[in-house]
């Protein structure tokens, strides 16, 4: 039983020596990422359900599933697209770009047009003042309301950082033909144009009480 598991063991490793995820410099942990991420892509989330009897729509599962994993793989990726601007290699550099879209934001508004809860969004602005990318100054109409901006540092981290992510965006686009790009992108857009609504008017709601408004 012992020569059996090392024999299956030593197969596994030839499979990941032989996959996309191996590196010369791989470590036990890649490997151990690499197993876990194979056990959850080939494992749909429906048969732990089905085996606990559990009710459950197969379509709408396995498209939850495959958000949370390309979720993953798409920081995973960022973090090596902008390797080079450790600063901005979570989601630092979607603020930056947001303000260099739209300038001079409040912080609420920045937070916001970037999906993330209070606390996230005022981490992130916290880090990117005190790395000097971003400036506060007072709005012209009213001195009680602080507004954004990016300083000179700022604007040219965006410049020199365009590459790197459209890069990374083509990376992410993976295979995809032309035409099925287009598609994705349409159905991409209409599924977050949902849930940026349900961000924006009924976050605080339940799970259930937002079901109950699309009904």
């Known amino acids: 039983m012992q020569t059996d598991f090392i024999i299956d063991l030593l197969y596994q490793v030839k499979e990941f020596e032989n996959s996309d ?32 009897g559990h009710l459950v729509s197969f379509t709408e599962n396995e498209i939850c599933k495959q958000v949370l994993l390309l979720g993953r793989y798409s920081k995973l990726l960022i973090r090596k697209g902008l ?27 920045l937070i916001e047009k970037n999906g993330h809860e209070k606390q996230t969004g005022t981490q992130i602005i916290k880090r990117l003042l005190d ?21 000179e540092k700022g604007e040219k981290t965006f410049h020199r950082s365009v ?24 159905i991409l857009q209409k599924l977050n144009a949902f849930h940026s609504h349900i961000y924006n008017k009924y976050r605080t709601m339940t799970i259930e009480e937002i079901m109950e408004t699309y009904r």
């Open 21 to 52: 995820s191996h590196r010369p410099n791989s470590s036990v942990d890649d490997f151990r990422m690499w197993m876990n991420d194979r056990k959850y892509v080939d494992e749909s989330p429906t048969k732990l359900f089905k085996n606990e």
């Open 163 to 186: 590459d790197n992510v459209n890069k990374t965006s083509k990376v992410l686009s993976a295979n995809l033909d032309s035409d099925e790009k287009k598609k994705l992108l349409k």
């Open 131 to 151: 790395a000097g990318f971003l400036e506060e100054k007072n709005d012209e109409g009213d001195k009680r309301i602080k507004r954004l901006n990016l300083t």
């Open 83 to 109: 390797s080079e601007f450790p600063e901005l290699a979570n989601e630092e550099f979607t603020y930056i770009y947001r303000l260099m879209d739209e300038p001079y934001l409040t912080k609420i508004q």
